[in-house]
């Protein structure tokens, strides 16, 4: 069968527009077929369905990790991420057990006080705060808050930058986080993951992939979340979070385009892949496809008020390489949000319009303000909040 392809541009291909505007370029491709191919610097497959989905995500054995796009970034091509079957069950088996909801219950506390902490006085951009903030939670959640935070920083800021800045190699700074993991682990505070990795030969390069995994994909989160919570006209209870973020995650899925290789001649949904072919999932196309989701570009967190469905909601993509950190990024945007339920902030202006990078983040700013009348009227405390399922 033969596979649909979006207008090209004769020679080039379609590299410039994958440079330029990815997203429109995925949705060209989207209106062309439900599997369709990029002539890019080697030929690409891309799906969006659930069938494909599920074709690539749940079959490690053909879809390998190694070589596809995360191995473009040193910040990613290491640790879980870069490691295919047979050896990645076992791993992941060893590491969900850190990263479950029960292992992370005893920290909700603490992110709960560093919420507090944290909660914005004035005007800011939520960019920024929520960076600042996800980088506290992971510090506290990874190592027990004992990584200075200048050096945190340091490591982090490539991850805020346009590319190609996450994608150049780094070795000082990437030796000086390795250096000061590797004193986390030495004695590590109770309670965080790095205590339960202690001991493990690739503790070190686990954390260190986890905290790059968790950073820049969360703070976008929380910050599309946040400033949807500011622009709700109604107070929205803490405990009632989850479907507001469920829909931030469908609008603006930070992992909005996902790579694997095939390591031998295949077929998915109808198409014939040959071995070594990459190819593409996208939660941005599944989540905004008409057929999934009805009205898909309106904001409305009520459409979940029926669950989340399998293989065509996946902003944690699915199957057995989805998100190592769920649990933890789900509780840390819940812990976020819940101090700022009341007392209210207010959206003043702000553009959400998604920008493509390494990861999907705000293209404008998003600035928030402090309700002050509503927090006269509300000056309600809130404690640390549940953690549910992914
Ligand atoms: C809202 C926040 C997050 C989003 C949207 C997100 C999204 C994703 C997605 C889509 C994948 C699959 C990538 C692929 O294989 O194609 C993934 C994998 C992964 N994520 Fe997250 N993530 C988030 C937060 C976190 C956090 C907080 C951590 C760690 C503390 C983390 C660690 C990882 C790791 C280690 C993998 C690789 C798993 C494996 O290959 O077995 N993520 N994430």
Redesign the pocket.
Known sequence: MSVAMPPAIPLLGHLWDWTAHPLRLLSAGAAAGPVFQLRLWRRVLVGYRPEWNRAI?ADLDTFR?VG?L?GLTPYLAA???H?DAPE?QPR?RQ?NRH?SARALGTLSDRLAELAVRHRPQATVDASAWAGALVRHM?NA??FGSAVPDPLLARFLAPLDRRLPAPMLPRPRIFGRIDAAIAAVLAAPPPGC?AEHLAGAPDAIE?LR???A???D??A???AWAVWHLAGEAGQRVPDDLDPLIDEV?RLY???WI???IAARDTSCAGISVPAGTMVL?S?YLTHRDPLLWPDPTAFRPQRFAHGRPSWSY????AG???????H???L??RSALGPLCSPALRQCGGDPTPRPGL?LRPGGRLPIEVDHARVRRSPRAVGPVNVGRP
């Open positions: 995500l990790s596809s995360s640790g879980i991420v490691t990645h992941r590491l990263f992971l959640a990874l993951v686990q992939t986890a905290l995994a968790g950073y994909t969360t976008h989160t929380l995650l899925p930070a992992g996902g790579s694997r999932y939660p996946l902003p944690f993509a057995p390489r989805t998100c190592l950190g769920a933890l990024a789900r840390m945007l990861t």
